[in-house]
């Protein structure tokens, strides 16, 4: 059974960091994109970060370019987010997101096969 699992969201300041990870687990499951969306109280989910593992070809949101960093972990099967210089309004509950081949559309949902159930994202003012 293919799975991804988040791990890592909090409470946290301003201008604090986080770091999410997704890790992904079932037989010979080795998605070729993995991205990260994030979803905020009354509003739709949207794209935060992608990365096409194999390439370490990465794709940032603009309003989330020099702030976070995606990274793969191939031998552990994960993928990272370095969230810095936090927000308020990144607060948000995060979703990793999987599927086998490398896409173009980054931000279009039905472009994944794969989802994670989410982890919690709060930035205190």
């Known amino acids: 059974q293919v799975q991804l699992e988040e791990s890592g969201g909090g409470l946290v300041q301003a201008g604090g960091s986080l770091k999410l990870s997704c890790a992904a687990s079932?037989?010979?499951?080795?998605?070729?994109?993995m991205s990260w969306f994030r979803q905020a109280p009354g509003k739709e989910r949207e794209f935060v970060a992608g990365?096409?593992?194999?390439?370490?070809?990465?794709y940032y949101v603009d309003f989330v370019q020099g702030r976070f960093t995606i990274s793969s972990d191939d031998a552990r099967n994960m993928v990272d987010l370095q969230m810095n210089s936090l927000k308020p309004e990144d607060t948000a509950i995060y979703y990793c997101?999987?599927?086998?081949?490398?896409?173009?559309?980054?931000?279009?949902?039905?472009?994944?096969?794969?989802w994670g159930q989410g982890t919690q994202v709060t930035v205190s003012s």
């Open positions: 997101a999987a599927t086998y081949g490398y896409i173009s559309t980054w931000s279009s949902m039905q472009n994944y096969a794969y």
């Open positions: 990365i096409r593992r194999g390439m370490n070809s990465t």
């Open positions: 079932g037989r010979t499951f080795t998605p070729a994109t």
